[in-house]
């Protein structure tokens, strides 16, 4: 099985209240400076499609899913991300 990750800070950093439930099921926070290992998944905030301007606090975020740099999934609906995330890392 593998790993999920995900960054409390930086550009792909998660919101707060996503971290607390992405933790619940068993996902790795990383702080700053640390690596996603090779081979894991990733499982980042991004901007939704369309979106211009900086994102803050506030505004939309889409779930990206993403193993080896590689962009696997993308959903506006957090937990569909996760769900898809989890079953990728069981395998199946």
Not at 38 to 61: M, Q, W, Y
């Amino acid at each position: 099985m593998k790993a999920i990750y995900t960054n409390a800070t930086g550009a792909l950093a998660m919101k707060v209240e996503r971290i607390a439930v992405a933790q619940e099921q068993g996902v790795t926070v990383l702080l700053f400076g640390e690596k996603v290992p090779t081979g894991s998944i990733h499982l980042s905030d991004i901007r939704p499609k369309g979106f211009k301007g900086v994102r803050g606090e506030n505004d939309p975020a889409d779930t990206a899913v993403i193993i080896d740099d590689v962009l696997m999934f993308r959903s506006a609906d957090f937990s569909k991300a996760l769900k898809k995330a989890i079953k990728l890392a069981s395998g199946n």
